[in-house]
Every structure is written in structure tokens, then in C-alpha cells.
């Protein structure tokens, strides 16, 4: 066994985030404050939305768009089966119900057709990943949802730097939640992000991820006269620190470096795993790109040996792999949950991984990744 393990995905992270963090603990203000606001400024307009709201996590962010939305209790929510577990959750938090939808096979997107195949009278929103930063195809969501009368929440939890038609992932999206864990390409940690237009929704999420209070503990701070808070409704603490916020923001700087290297490391895997039979990678769809946050691969049923057995001989050659994205209706927690037949979501669940992919990735570090490959491939 090797001990130079190739791990499947580390944070770039360096001395500029660290003296950004070290920055925002010297300064005495380290809890929800100026620099959690320059990071909402400056992610939405990466992102080409007007308003950024930085909260705890890409999950409290899914719980508070649906919040907003209105989704409650007696409704129904279309989400891929095919995500992590959290999207699905995020609508049993507000009391609906996910209905699990089938997806695309290139992508591992939900489309127009696999949620018009389960959608009701009672389905209210539409909630779609762009799975492993590959784009959905929203143009045609947002028109099929506004001709169904159906919002449409964009999960992009892995989508920073992703585009479709030339355009970022959140451009002109009605709602969309973001992650910055570290196994996403801008991390702070833990966090996340929601962006919306709507600057009625975006004020209400801001006084929701803080208790429901009309006047924000930094507001109050910079007054110069008591300032009396009240609570307008029942709201949550899922806030982000300044202290993330500042890591955040050094994050965002090299999020074009970051998405180059990874394409051309994704790129480069294409051209080396060209000759190995019975694997499929994930591509670019033609509606856009990919920042390659995961670069996965679906085996052949005939491969000569499974999924599991594959990880542990890539474990055994010093490679960490992963199963690939998770099929949340097979999980306990979703046993007695009812669900349509998913063909491809369990496909794609049971037969792909996901490769080691990283910006400080060697050549010599993925030429070792496709031998050990090649040699499970071969035999």
C-alpha cells in the first residue's frame, strides 16, 4: 500500500486567508458584521444576482428560500433523488414533502420531463441541484415552472463558477442556496450563501437567519442612539461570522484560477481515461460548463469489477475515491417514504465514483489515479 495517500479534494487555502481570519479577530468584530456584508456584495455579483445573504450553511439556505416561498404543510416539493440528503430534507423542515424525481444520464440533472413525470396539484416548487457543479439546463426549468406556476430553487451548493449559456450559475435565478464547505471549490469552513432579485425576499431572509429581529445586532452597533429591536416573526440563527466572511472573500479572488486548473485537470483525465473500457466520465452539457467541483465517472455494467471493490483497490493504491452522489430514497431516513421508479438515479448511484480532483494536483499524482484504474480495468 502506498503512503502517499492522493486524497480526493483539498482546499486552497494559504496565508492570505489566514491573515484575513487573524484580520477580522484582531479587529474586535468577529460575529455577523462588515465583512460578512462585503462577501454578500461580492459573491452576488459573481454570481449576476442583485442581492447575496450570507447564512450558516447551504442547507439552513435551502430551509430559509423555501421558508420564503411559502412551502409549508399539505405541499409537495419536486427534488432529485440524486443529491445529498439535504435537499431533500430542507423541505421535510419546513413540514412538505420532497417528491423524488428521476434525472438526466450525462448530467445527473433533473429535466422538464422527469418533473413533469411527478408532479401534482399539490406540488408547489420545483428544487434543482446542479449536481457536482454541472449545470441544469434552467432555462428550460424556468420555463416549464413559470407555465406550470411553479417556483423554481436552484440547490448550487457546488455550482460557484459554473455557467449556463455563458451566463454564471444564479444569473437570473428566482432563489438560489450555495455551500462553502471544504469540499466545495470557495470554502469558508462551514457556510453558505442565498441569493435572489428580489429585495423584499432578500430583507426578510436577512431578518429570518437572525431571529426574525427588524434591526441587525452590526445595525444596532453603528447607531449612536439605543436602538430597540423587535421580533417581526419566528426566525433562526444561521448566521455567518466576519471571521468566514474574510476567508470567504480571499476565496472569491481565485475562483478563475481555480475553475482554469480544474477544467484542465478534468480535461486531462478525458484524454487518459479515452482507452479504458467501461468508463464514463462526466462532460460539459451542451447548455453550458462545468467548474468540475466533482469529476465522476459511471462504469459499465459489465466492468469487471463493482463500484465498492473498485474504492477498496483504489483505497489499496493510496487513492481516495468516493461513491458517487447518493441516492436519497435508498437511505433509512427515507424508507417508508413513497417514491416513482428512479432507473437512472440508482444507476448512476451504484455505478459511478468520483476521482480525485484538486487545484494543487500534480500530473504524477493523476497519472497515478488512471494506473490504478487501468489496472482494475485490465485485470
Given at each position: 500500500?502506498?503512503?502517499d495517500?492522493?486524497p480526493v479534494?483539498?482546499?486552497w487555502l494559504?496565508?492570505?486567508?489566514?491573515?484575513?481570519?487573524?484580520?477580522?479577530v484582531?479587529?474586535?468584530?468577529?460575529?455577523?458584521?462588515p465583512?460578512?456584508?462585503?462577501?454578500?456584495?461580492?459573491?452576488?455579483?459573481?454570481?449576476?444576482?442583485e442581492?447575496?445573504?450570507a447564512?450558516?450553511?447551504c442547507t439552513?439556505g435551502?430551509?430559509?428560500?423555501?421558508?420564503a416561498?411559502g412551502i409549508?404543510?399539505?405541499?409537495?416539493?419536486?427534488?432529485?433523488?440524486?443529491?445529498f440528503?439535504?435537499?431533500?430534507?430542507?423541505v421535510r423542515y419546513v413540514g412538505a414533502?420532497?417528491v423524488?424525481?428521476?434525472?438526466?444520464?450525462a448530467?445527473?440533472?433533473?429535466?422538464t420531463?422527469?418533473?413533469?413525470?411527478?408532479?401534482?396539484p399539490?406540488t408547489?416548487?420545483v428544487l434543482?441541484?446542479h449536481?457536482?457543479?454541472?449545470p441544469a439546463?434552467?432555462?428550460?426549468?424556468?420555463?416549464a415552472?413559470?407555465?406550470w406556476?411553479?417556483a423554481l430553487v436552484e440547490d448550487?451548493?457546488?455550482?460557484?463558477?459554473?455557467?449556463?449559456?455563458?451566463?454564471?450559475?444564479g444569473?437570473g435565478a428566482?432563489?438560489?442556496?450555495?455551500?462553502?464547505h471544504p469540499r466545495?471549490?470557495?470554502?469558508?469552513?462551514?457556510g453558505g450563501?442565498?441569493?435572489?432579485?428580489?429585495a423584499e425576499?432578500?430583507a426578510?431572509l436577512?431578518r429570518?437567519r437572525?431571529?426574525?429581529?427588524?434591526?441587525?445586532?452590526?445595525e444596532?452597533h453603528?447607531?449612536?442612539k439605543?436602538v430597540?429591536?423587535?421580533?417581526?416573526e419566528v426566525?433562526?440563527?444561521?448566521?455567518m461570522?466576519?471571521?468566514?466572511?474574510?476567508i470567504?472573500?480571499v476565496?472569491l479572488?481565485?475562483?478563475?484560477?481555480?475553475i482554469?486548473r480544474?477544467?484542465?485537470l478534468a480535461?486531462r483525465?478525458?484524454?487518459?481515461?479515452a482507452d479504458?473500457?467501461?468508463?464514463?466520465?462526466v462532460?460539459?452539457?451542451?447548455?453550458g460548463?462545468s467548474?468540475f467541483q466533482?469529476?465522476?465517472?459511471?462504469l459499465?455494467?459489465?466492468?469487471p469489477?463493482?463500484r465498492?471493490?473498485?474504492l477498496?483497490?483504489l483505497?489499496?493504491a493510496g487513492v481516495?475515491?468516493?461513491?458517487g452522489i447518493m441516492a436519497?430514497?435508498?437511505?433509512?431516513a427515507y424508507a417508508d417514504?413513497?417514491?416513482a421508479?428512479?432507473p437512472?438515479?440508482e444507476?448512476?448511484s451504484r455505478d459511478?465514483?468520483?476521482?480525485p480532483l484538486?487545484?494543487?494536483?500534480t500530473e504524477a499524482q493523476?497519472?497515478?489515479?488512471?494506473?490504478?484504474?487501468?489496472?482494475?480495468a485490465?485485470?
Amino acid at each position: 500500500m502506498s503512503t502517499d495517500r492522493i486524497p480526493v479534494m483539498i482546499p486552497w487555502l494559504g496565508e492570505e486567508e489566514a491573515k484575513a481570519a487573524s484580520d477580522a479577530v484582531l479587529s474586535g468584530w468577529v460575529a455577523q458584521g462588515p465583512r460578512v456584508a462585503a462577501f454578500e456584495r461580492a459573491f452576488a455579483e459573481r454570481v449576476g444576482a442583485e442581492h447575496g445573504i450570507a447564512v450558516s450553511s447551504c442547507t439552513t439556505g435551502l430551509h430559509l428560500s423555501l421558508v420564503a416561498l411559502g412551502i409549508g404543510p399539505g405541499d409537495e416539493v419536486v427534488v432529485p433523488s440524486l443529491s445529498f440528503i439535504a435537499t431533500a430534507n430542507a423541505v421535510r423542515y419546513v413540514g412538505a414533502e420532497p417528491v423524488f424525481a428521476d434525472v438526466d444520464p450525462a448530467t445527473g440533472n433533473l429535466t422538464t420531463a422527469t418533473v413533469d413525470a411527478v408532479r401534482t396539484p399539490r406540488t408547489k416548487a420545483v428544487l434543482a441541484v446542479h449536481q457536482g457543479g454541472v449545470p441544469a439546463d434552467v432555462h428550460a426549468l424556468r420555463a416549464a415552472c413559470a407555465e406550470w406556476d411553479l417556483a423554481l430553487v436552484e440547490d448550487a451548493a457546488c455550482a460557484i463558477g459554473s455557467t449556463v449559456g455563458g451566463k454564471p450559475v444564479g444569473h437570473g435565478a428566482l432563489i438560489a442556496a450555495w455551500s462553502f464547505h471544504p469540499r466545495k471549490v470557495v470554502t469558508t469552513g462551514e457556510g453558505g450563501m442565498i441569493t435572489t432579485d428580489d429585495a423584499e425576499w432578500a430583507a426578510r431572509l436577512r431578518r429570518l437567519r437572525e431571529h426574525g429581529m427588524n434591526a441587525s445586532a452590526a445595525e444596532r452597533h453603528a447607531s449612536n442612539k439605543p436602538v430597540l429591536e423587535s421580533y417581526l416573526e419566528v426566525g433562526f440563527n444561521y448566521r455567518m461570522t466576519d471571521v468566514q466572511a474574510a476567508i470567504g472573500l480571499v476565496q472569491l479572488g481565485k475562483l478563475d484560477t481555480m475553475i482554469a486548473r480544474r477544467r484542465e485537470l478534468a480535461a486531462r483525465y478525458d484524454e487518459l481515461l479515452a482507452d479504458i473500457p467501461g468508463l464514463t466520465p462526466v462532460t460539459d452539457p451542451a447548455h453550458g460548463q462545468s467548474n468540475f467541483q466533482s469529476y465522476w465517472v459511471l462504469l459499465a455494467e459489465d466492468f469487471p469489477v463493482g463500484r465498492d471493490d473498485l474504492l477498496a483497490a483504489l483505497a489499496d493504491a493510496g487513492v481516495s475515491a468516493r461513491r458517487g452522489i447518493m441516492a436519497s430514497h435508498l437511505e433509512p431516513a427515507y424508507a417508508d417514504h413513497p417514491s416513482a421508479p428512479l432507473p437512472v438515479t440508482e444507476r448512476i448511484s451504484r455505478d459511478s465514483l468520483i476521482l480525485p480532483l484538486f487545484h494543487t494536483m500534480t500530473e504524477a499524482q493523476q497519472d497515478r489515479v488512471v494506473a490504478a484504474l487501468r489496472e482494475q480495468a485490465h485485470g
